[in-house]
């Protein structure tokens, strides 16, 4: 049966932090609150030394009905809580996959990454959804272990859990996960046209496909054909989950 220790890796153990190491994330907080209020997207903060939440933004979808503070207090007891049984068990295999793969990399590189994931939760009215988190080291420890890390969450494209994928940044390459085989493999990020692009960005503005074929001069009959083929490259059947694939996956 799973366990709350599992969620915290010997590998990355976080018994104390250097006098000194406390100076880094002086205010820091308050550039998240900021960001927070400016996104859609539910942003919680996790201290590996005290094993908790440090910070849970307002947004609902992570709270499952109760308040940010509710979920702070909760810290990883949420996860027990509202997080599907047969997934709670991927999370400790992401987990326990995540840490040995930070392990090796260089330490100065080590913040540059960001894991990536789809697991679901119950929400207030009982329901599973599938969400995605993206998890990014902010502060490191003297030893390069991570201190501090910062979790975005949104509603995920995906059809089922898993998905496991890390970026670095600058780099075209990404890192998925293979559940069945335990292991990582090295593979290059989609890659979309600027017409492709062009078409995403106009519709995260709402736009419909004649306002787009206006807007760059093409028929609609073209801006048809660059979805569809949009939607083969990503694997969705529709521009709303074509957005929220793209955004997640770091595309637009």
């Not at 840490?99 to 960001?114: A, G, L, Q, V, W």
């Not at 993206?134 to 995906?158: D, H, Q, R, Y």
Request: charged share 30%.
């Amino acid at each position: 049966m799973a366990d709350m220790k599992d969620f915290f890796s010997f590998k990355n153990s976080v018994n104390e932090i250097p006098e000194g190491s406390q100076g880094q994330t002086l205010d820091y907080l308050e550039a998240i609150k900021a960001f927070s209020r400016t996104t859609y997207k539910s942003i919680y903060v996790i201290d590996y030394q005290k094993r908790g939440f440090e910070y849970v933004s307002d947004n609902p979808l992570f709270l499952c009905g109760h308040t940010a503070e509710e979920i702070k207090e909760m810290g990883y007891a949420f996860y027990f809580k509202y997080v599907i049984k047969s997934d709670l068990d991927l999370l400790i295999k992401i987990n326990t996959a995540g840490f040995e793969f930070y392990d090796k990399i260089p330490m100065e590189e080590r913040k540059n990454h960001t894991i990536s994931y789809d697991f679901h939760i119950k929400n207030q009215e009982g329901k599973t959804i599938l969400i995605n988190q993206k998890l990014t080291p902010m502060f490191l420890t003297n030893n390069g272990k991570i201190w501090k890390a910062i979790c975005i969450v949104s509603l995920s494209a995906e059809r089922q859990a898993g998905n496991i994928k890390i970026y670095k940044k600058g780099d075209n390459k990404i890192f998925k996960y293979d559940l069945d085989g335990d292991f990582w493999k090295a593979d290059e990020k989609i890659k979309l046209s600027s017409r492709e692009k062009e078409i995403l960005q106009l519709s995260t503005r709402g736009f419909t496909i004649n306002e787009i074929s206006e807007s760059i001069y093409v028929s609609p009959d073209t801006v048809k054909f660059h979805r569809r083929k949009l939607f083969d490259k990503l694997e969705v059947t529709n521009i709303s989950e074509a957005i929220m694939y793209a955004t997640n996956n770091k595309l637009i």
